[in-house]
């Protein structure tokens, strides 16, 4: 899936990221003329539109989405901006309502990802076609459950898959409505090359401001995209009013973030070659170092195994996790970051030991 914005005659031509806009719902004829025509005279186009049809609503009793009756709306869309459009099924009947109406590209919503059923049927009802879907990550933080859903796509013959990271719920943080873990993203590129993450900061803020930061954040990071609500009258929007922008402040956010060129699409310079060599190096360094620690922490398994003591002792890890943790914290480590790292190399040297007594046991046998 690439951008659509350079093959345009109009538009802001800022990015080689896909820019994804539109309502968070189909409302109305007029809603979706309305919205594209402010498009139109900020000059802001997206390289997709999109609308939801069918809304996955937490409770019944809100809007749940206008039905097969919008996608004809969508034509509309086609007609003003002559791009590409795009709206979420959420089952077998919706793709083949979409697959009708000659919806470009489809996604599948958090709520139907975690679900490999739900999943399987949207995929057994897509095979021989190829049109493109995006897969929005599922509501708990699980990496193998999105790949999963991506790969059940992949298996019937999907072959322009990307993905939408939009948050993961968190019951304690409220900062956001769906809580970022950045890594899950990154995890997922690093799993599936070549796969493209697209970042949707309106349903990971849950309200306006705060869409610019988090969309630069998905830009630094390396995103592929940004997928940003946009509604001619976001506060009377029938969902998500709260996050909806306008298409002038759409036009605003674009300008003002820095793109970021994807490394992969550039010749590395000598510059960065030569940070690279010296990274090796002391990753090197690092090792060895690593290697000739455990190497000690055998000789002291050995001396642990001669005298009959136990491997772990809580009072000398309790002091060797402070004091490293202060340490590292003076010499600008994270204080996370070295909890994280002193525990992962004082379970292997646990283990180790324990495996130097459990040799011992055997011996004696
Ligand atoms: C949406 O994009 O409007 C939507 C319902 O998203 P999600 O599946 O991420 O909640
Ligand atoms: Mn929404």
Known sequence: MKNHLQSTEWGLNLTNQLIIAGPCSAESPGQIEKVCLAMKEENVLPSLFRAGIWKPRTRPGSFEGIGEEGLKWMEIARHHLNVPITTEVGNAAHVEM??????????????????????????????????????????????????????????????????????????????????????????????????????????????????????????????????????????????????????????????????????????????????????????????????ERFAVIEQIGAHKRENHLSVFQSERWKQVMDSRTQKGVSKNLGEKFMKELLFTIHEESVKRQEKQLREQVKIVK
């Open 98 to 291: 979409a697959l009708k109406h000659k919806v470009d590209v489809l996604w599948i919503g958090a709520r139907t990802t975690v679900n490999p059923f739900a999943v399987q049927e949207i995929a057994e009802a897509l095979r021989g076609t190829d049109i493109p879907v995006m897969v929005k990550n599922p509501m708990n933080p699980d990496l193998q459950l999105w790949i999963g859903a991506l790969e059940r796509l992949h298996a019937v013959g999907i072959n322009k898959l990307a993905a939408i990271h939009r948050g993961f719920s968190d019951a304690y943080d409220k900062r956001f409505r769906n809580k970022p873990n950045w890594s899950m993203p990154i995890h997922l590129k690093r799993e599936w090359k070549g796969m493209q993450v697209i970042n949707d900061p309106s349903h990971i803020v849950g309200k306006r401001d705060g869409i610019l930061e988090t969309s630069q954040r998905a830009l630094n990071f390396g995103l592929d995209g940004l997928m940003i609500e946009t509604h001619h009258d976001p506060d009377k929007a029938w969902s998500d009013a709260k996050q909806q922008v306008t298409p002038a402040q759409l036009k605003q956010i674009l300008q003002q973030l820095d793109f970021k060129t994807p490394l992969e699409e550039v010749q590395p310079s000598e510059k960065l070659h030569d940070l690279r060599a010296a990274v090796d190096h002391l990753d090197d360094q690092l090792l060895d170092i690593l290697a």
